[in-house]
């Protein structure tokens, strides 16, 4: 248990779908992170939060959409996907982001498939 | 573009050797590194950091860094079944980066 939760645990939505995931720490950082793992390919960050300010938009497709309401509380807001986006979304946190000492701890991540 | 590379394995290893894992990563100007232990089916879950030159030891793991060379490698003394996963290597690039990247991780198997 590493003090940061995830839900849903799995998700099965269809392309015309709206769905949102949702990401908590319990650990008081003040960074939180977005990641896409697909098979066979490494970590892809894909968005960044610093004290509730997004400061990192890796080129992702606007069907994505983050949310972060409070340090504590991250959303990914999910609709048009395409069944490439089936993949396992993981949420993870960090004391800071402008540090060499950033570790980050992972949620236990959405496996998401889009139909 | 910044990047870690890491062998794709399968590394198989009977139980009770010693795991060697390494990975090299593109730009001198990273400055700290992290392993992440991966199961099947499981998120990552950081089990060594190494901010300076040299080993640091936890346990049965050991990190090494070395900056001239551009590698970390990790070391699994009296490896068990239980150790069988993925193992992650990731950098940290500050400055104008300032973000983590991932190898693609090398699957280990112990066999008993």
């Known amino acids: 248990e590493t003090g940061v939760t995830q839900t849903p645990r799995h998700l099965v939505m269809g392309m015309t779908n709206k769905k949102s995931l949702k990401c908590e720490q319990h650990l008081g950082h003040n960074a939180m992170y977005w990641y896409k793992q697909s098979a066979k390919k490494p970590l892809e960050l894909m968005f960044v939060y610093s004290l509730e300010e997004r400061v990192e938009n890796n080129s992702v497709p606007s069907r994505f959409s983050p949310e972060c309401p409070n340090s504590s509380h991250l959303f990914l807001h999910l609709h048009t996907l395409q069944p490439e986006d089936s993949a396992l979304y993981l949420c993870a946190s960090s004391p800071r982001t402008a540090s060499s000492y950033n570790e980050q701890f992972f949620g236990p991540g959405t496996r998401l498939t889009v139909l | 573009q910044k990047e870690v590379e890491q062998n794709s394995g399968p590394l198989s290893v009977p139980e009770g050797a010693i795991a060697s894992l390494n990975c090299t990563y593109s730009?001198?100007?990273?400055?700290?590194f992290f392993w992440y232990r991966q199961y099947s089916g499981k998120s990552p879950e950081l089990i060594m950091s190494?901010?300076?030159?040299g080993d640091k030891e936890d346990g049965r793991f050991t990190a090494q860094l070395n900056k001239a060379s551009q590698y970390v490698s990790l070391l699994i003394r009296d490896s068990q079944p239980s150790d069988s996963a993925t193992y992650l290597c990731a950098a940290f690039y500050g400055g104008a980066t300032n973000k983590l990247i991932f190898g693609t991780g090398t699957l280990l198997a112990v066999q008993p």
């Open positions: 190494i901010y300076s030159n």
């Open positions: 730009d001198r100007v990273s400055q700290s």
